[in-house]
């Protein structure tokens, strides 16, 4: 019966290929073509699982006949309807593949009836992805409101497809087949796309709410159109370059911010790094930094106001790859373009980080900016930068605080750094003889700073006189500080941080006296009488270098006796802290002090337990942890991925204090995007708490914090009713 009723639907549907249709033809002859082919589209739905050989035919009949009459009936048909069922049946077969795909791998077996259905599914996509491109190009102009339905047939094939953390696990062999047959296909349709407003305003939108699968796919078609823009049109460059909300530019760095799970685990993707070699994989950092900076090259000069917005925007911004991948991409344009540019951005960065109300994450990703951008400036713009930000004005050390004076050309870099040190010991020494207030820290801090700067470049070159001179003024600062002081003000606590590293490069000319008030005081920060505070972690990292220091020095007779109990309970609280990057930093330091020091009765006071005995052997014997399976990694990449896009949120929300009133801004109600954002927040969070209770028993106050967000939630419920 089915072969009878195929043949019948094939011979009718060749006798309505007969008709002819011209431009005499009247209003109920094109209204009943249009009858004809969204009938034959409803059978579509009706045989999709039956035949594959069926399905394609019936859809090669609507789109034959829809571009057969295309000047007749382009007005009068529903390419919504049309459209949506295409992508509809792509998705359907996109999924059949992949499940063919899963089921031979499970079943290790790779050939026979399977292997058959699945090149002949593959192909179906294929035939899929060749009409979507040839009806989009004949009816594009009536899309307008369709290019949702386009952008997520793209997001919902990449989540599903390798790199995704969300993609079923096929064999490397399925899935080049449907790379190759597949993929490579439907790639002419984004082509097709660009010059098309609508989707650009579609993809670069604000407001899309996407799902965590679908963050990844979007970054991906965001470096695919990077690729593909620059062998268009000025006029399309400009449309998506300039953008209508977004920016191409800042459109990645956004998308890219939100694939922490990828960044961290790290995806990989193949990249052909020599021309005429293999494709080999690189981490998904890697790749999109590649086609960024290839982008930025053969971006037009008109925009480049976009593109340096998008910059200077995620340097800036809150997440620390984003705006490392911001940094690195800058680096290139200022190695890529004009020695002119590249010292114009160093100006600019420079007056930014010069006039900055506070201390702040921002200041510091300029200040890192600034460091590398100096080493790429031409020689002359370096003597020129010295000029318009001299270093012996005291205003101009916040900016030389950043810098690294091996940037500078040799001449240029020994003037520096004396006239560094100068301004820098005259701005503390200014401090040391007023009444010391706590609040006017911050420019003692830079010139600290400075001073610092000036030794990682000079160090023992410094002359006699000034290195003296430094020695006697961080002397004069450990006679006050005191711990209790330094638990209480932040800004203390990076004055001692800045104390402690300057104090390693003079550590062998340090005198009993120094010594021992130093480690009072950092033995004093262990010891407070609030039990909860232990010093934060830049304290701890900067206690932790200069104990690894101490290996260079013999420690006066008459320090010993206090000095020594000290050092290695300093080394053994440090080796049991809890804090991962604290604990390896200790382990390393706490080795290189091992090797290096006369007091070898020292190291084993500092193994005070089983424990941290253990971790240490375990690290000079090279011992590789534990290490999770690959899947037990991905899970976890994807409930971080919860926890980072909440920080993210959280910390873009927050301004940073200028101390100035902010501007008044225009209230707009909640769009629903941002509902289903924060319900999907929420959603995966109760999924990570069962995730954790399947490992093990839950803490004693989880089951009152639960029925807290219990209440919580029964209220949202009834504000909403």
Not at 528 to 533: A, F, G, H
Request: proline share 5%.
């Amino acid at each position: 019966m089915f072969k009878e009723t195929y043949s019948l639907q094939k011979q009718l549907m060749e006798l309505l290929d007969m008709i002819s249709m011209g431009s005499a033809s009247t209003e109920d002859n094109i209204t009943d073509m249009v009858s004809v082919i969204h009938t034959v589209l409803e059978i579509c739905s009706v045989i999709s699982n039956m035949d594959h050989a069926l399905h394609a035919n019936t859809w090669k009949f609507i789109i034959k006949q829809s571009l057969k009459h295309h000047s007749l009936l382009q007005c009068h048909l529903k390419h919504s309807d049309i459209l949506s069922g295409l992508c509809k049946d792509t998705l359907l077969s996109f999924h059949s593949c992949l499940q063919l795909a899963e089921e031979m791998k499970m079943s290790e077996i790779q050939e026979g009836t399977d292997l058959r259905l699945f090149q002949k599914t593959v192909k179906l996509c294929r035939f899929f992805a060749n009409s979507l491109v040839h009806y989009t190009k004949e009816f594009l102009s009536f899309f307008s409101d369709s290019c949702s339905q386009l952008h997520q047939l793209f997001l919902q094939i990449y989540s599903k497809f390798p790199p995704s953390l969300y993609a079923p696990e096929i064999l490397e062999v399925h899935r080049d087949e449907i790379s190759r047959v597949f993929l490579v296909s439907l790639d002419p349709l984004i082509n097709q796309l660009l010059p098309f407003s609508p989707f650009m305003e579609q993809v670069l939108s604000e407001k899309l709410g996407l799902p965590p699968e679908q963050q990844l796919p979007q970054c991906l078609i965001l470096v695919t159109i990077m690729d593909k823009l620059s062998s268009q049109p000025e006029e399309v460059q400009t449309l998506w370059n300039t953008g209508k909300s977004l920016s191409l530019f800042s459109a990645l760095f956004f998308s890219f911010q939100q694939c922490s799970g990828e960044l961290s685990l790290p995806v990989c993707l193949p990249e052909v790094i020599s021309t005429g070699q293999p494709a080999v994989p690189i981490t998904l950092y890697h790749y999109v930094c590649v086609h960024l900076c290839s982008f930025i090259a053969s971006t037009l000069p008109s925009h480049f106001p976009q593109l340096e917005y998008a910059l200077l925007d995620a340097v800036l911004g809150s997440s620390m790859i984003t705006s490392l991948l911001a940094m690195d991409s800058w680096c290139f344009l200022a190695r890529y373009g004009t020695a002119e540019l590249c010292a114009h951005h160093v100006v600019v960065i420079a007056h930014l980080i010069k006039s900055w109300p506070s201390d702040c994450y921002q200041v510091s990703a300029l200040g890192v900016l600034l460091r590398r951008m100096l080493f790429l400036m031409a020689p002359d713009h370096q003597v020129e930068f010295a000029h318009k930000f001299l270093p012996e004005e005291v205003e101009n050390l916040a900016v030389w605080q950043h810098i690294s004076l091996k940037a500078l050309n040799p001449d240029l870099r020994k003037r520096v750094a004396c006239q560094l040190c100068v301004a820098g010991l005259a701005q503390c020494r200014r401090w040391l003889n007023s009444r010391r207030a706590l609040g006017e820290l911050r420019p003692v801090n830079t010139a600290l700073s400075v001073l610092l700067a000036a030794c990682n470049f000079a160090g023992d070159a410094l002359e006699a006189e000034l290195q003296a001179s430094v020695l006697g003024v961080l002397g004069q600062f450990w006679t006050f500080l005191q711990a209790k002081q330094v638990s209480d003000e932040p800004r203390l606590q990076q004055t001692l941080c800045l104390l402690l590293h300057l104090l390693e490069f003079f550590i062998q000319a340090l005198d009993a006296k120094l010594i021992t008030q130093v480690f009072a005081l950092q033995s004093s920060l262990f010891q407070l009488e609030d039990p909860s505070w232990i010093p934060p972690d830049h304290v701890r990292l900067a206690m932790v270098d200069f104990l690894s220091s101490m290996g260079k020095v013999f420690i006066p007779q008459e320090a010993q006796r206090q000095v020594v109990p000290q050092l290695s309970c300093l080394f053994a609280s440090l080796l049991a802290d809890q804090t991962w990057l604290i604990h390896q930093h200790a382990l390393e330091a706490f080795t290189h002090f091992a090797e290096e020091t006369s007091h070898e009765d020292v190291v084993p006071q500092c193994l005070n337990s089983e424990e941290t005995k253990n971790k240490v052997v375990s690290f000079l014997a090279k011992t590789r942890q534990v290490e999770e399976t690959t899947e037990a990694r991905t899970e976890r990449m994807k409930q971080e991925r919860i926890t980072c896009s909440a920080q993210f949120m959280k910390m873009d929300g927050e301004l940073e204090s200028t101390g100035e009133p902010l501007a008044k801004r225009a209230c707009h109600p909640p769009s629903e995007e941002q509902y289903k954002s924060a319900v999907g927040t929420m959603e995966g969070a109760v999924e990570a708490v069962k995730l954790l209770l399947r490992k093990g028993s839950p803490p004693a106050w989880l089951a009152v914090k639960l029925e807290a967000l219990h209440t919580a939630i029964a209220i949202l419920r009834d504000s909403v009713r």
